[in-house]
């Protein structure tokens, strides 16, 4: 397990302010432990990827270290962008966006078929984030 020992001064509580604040990110930590690559090839699976929320930040860290990385969200209309926000790291892993509804058991059904056709059957990382 990496030391959190470089992260423990920018955590304490005079020094939260915020997003934007100085705690690193994940991409930020995964930056700082050279992880940058060391996904490549594998797939990721992050549900609760809309806007603001840590889903979104952890598929960003993951695709980072070059995974695959598919986001689920409920509403693809609050999501214009986020794909090309997360690619913009430049790493090779695809990104790809998908739309599930959690209260609906077809509409889980649908989107684990889509993922599994769109990842050739292949989840290697399953990040459930998702809730209300």
């Known amino acids: 397990m990496p030391n959190i020992a470089p992260y423990a001064a920018v955590h304490r509580a005079e020094n939260l302010k915020g ?23 594998k797939v990721a699976l992050v549900t609760g990827c809309s806007p603001g929320g840590i889903g979104l930040e952890t598929a960003r860290a993951l695709h980072a270290t070059g995974a695959d990385v598919y986001m689920q969200v409920r509403d693809l209309t609050r999501c214009v962008g986020i ?34 056709q769109k990842s050739g059957n292949r989840c290697n990382l399953l990040i459930l984030n998702a809730g209300e």
């Open 83 to 116: 794909v090309d926000d997360v690619k913009s790291d430049g790493g090779p892993g695809k990104v790809a966006l998908l739309r599930m509804d959690l209260d609906s058991l077809q509409s889980v059904r649908d989107t684990t078929a889509e993922f599994l």
């Open 19 to 41: 997003p934007g604040d100085a705690r690193p990110t994940g991409t930020d930590i995964v930056k700082d432990y050279n992880l940058v690559g060391v996904l490549q090839g």
